[in-house]
């Protein structure tokens, strides 16, 4: 699934309904007093955010948003009724920035909401004038406008597992195999340009472009991505046996996630090493194994082709997973 994390829209809302005048009928009175109501305020906009990872693809086509504008007072002494507030969703972890005035608003759990612009509020009618000195007012005022700017809205990926690696590693095959994710495979590095998602067993699995040596620094897709994984609970650190020196591979990817963020390196990693089916002889990745334990505690290895070894590198990562979660970290 494409995942789109950035968007700018333009958000309204709702203008305050204008205060009307109006005069009271009765027959028996040649001069009613004044009864024009008062406008309705308009409608507020809230943002809320939901368990919806691809939705600001949603915003692509549609990207004015409007809150309704409060009803005109009535001329028999009637309040205007109030715009509808309007609600719009966002994926949880959106950061919404007001162009304007800079101010942000984030998004961090699950149906949280919070009032992002305010509705104009309504005018006023001709009687609101009404005082002992002025039986008679002609006066009113029109509705205040709503709020409005144009917004940037920024999607920092909340997934549970992240998949790194260098290009043509295997993280999105690894993705598609684990998840219901049909992210584009290629025989090429950086393949993937966007962060794939997938959903294994209610566990967001994400995987990045591939990283190259100068990704913290802006080197390659990396950087731009590297903060994807800043919040997953663990990371999967995908080596090909392609590589000539595996852990010389390994190595590359570590450096650059501590020096994007050294709170990155501290997270709980698995290493696999991927395509073991191009190697015929089972001691070469035997040797293979030692030499990357030497590095890293835990190593599994996969061949995509063989189901029984999917399904026990899923059973692990779930496992992990939720002992992360109840470690609390
Ligand atoms: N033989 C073999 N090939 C594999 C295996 N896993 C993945 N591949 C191949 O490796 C190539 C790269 O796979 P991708 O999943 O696109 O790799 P990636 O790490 O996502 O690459 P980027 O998105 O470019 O960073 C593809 O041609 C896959 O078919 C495996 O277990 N065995
Ligand atoms: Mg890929």
Known sequence: MAFIDEITLHIKAGDGGNGVVGWLHESNREYGGPVGGDGGRGGHVYVRAVRALNLLARYKTEKNFAAERGYDGGSKDLHGAKGKD?????PIGSIITNNETSEKVYLSQDGEEVLLLKGGGG???NKSFKSPTNRRP?????GRPGGEADFFIEVELIADIGLIG??????TTLLNHLTNAKGKIGAYPFTTLEP???DANGYIISDIPGLIEGAAEGKGLGHKFLRHVRRTKILVHLVSVEQENPVAAYTIIRKELENFDPELAQKKEIT???KTDLIEDPAVLERMVAEMKKATPVVTTLAIFDDAQVKELRDMLIKEIVGVSQSGR
């Open 196 to 198: 794939n998602l997938g």
């Open 138 to 142: 002609e006066q009113w005022t029109p």
């Open 166 to 171: 260098l290009p043509n590693a295997g993280k």
């Open 86 to 90: 309007l609600h719009i969703d966002f």
């Open 272 to 274: 696999v090493l991927t």
């Open 123 to 125: 005018g006023r009618g």
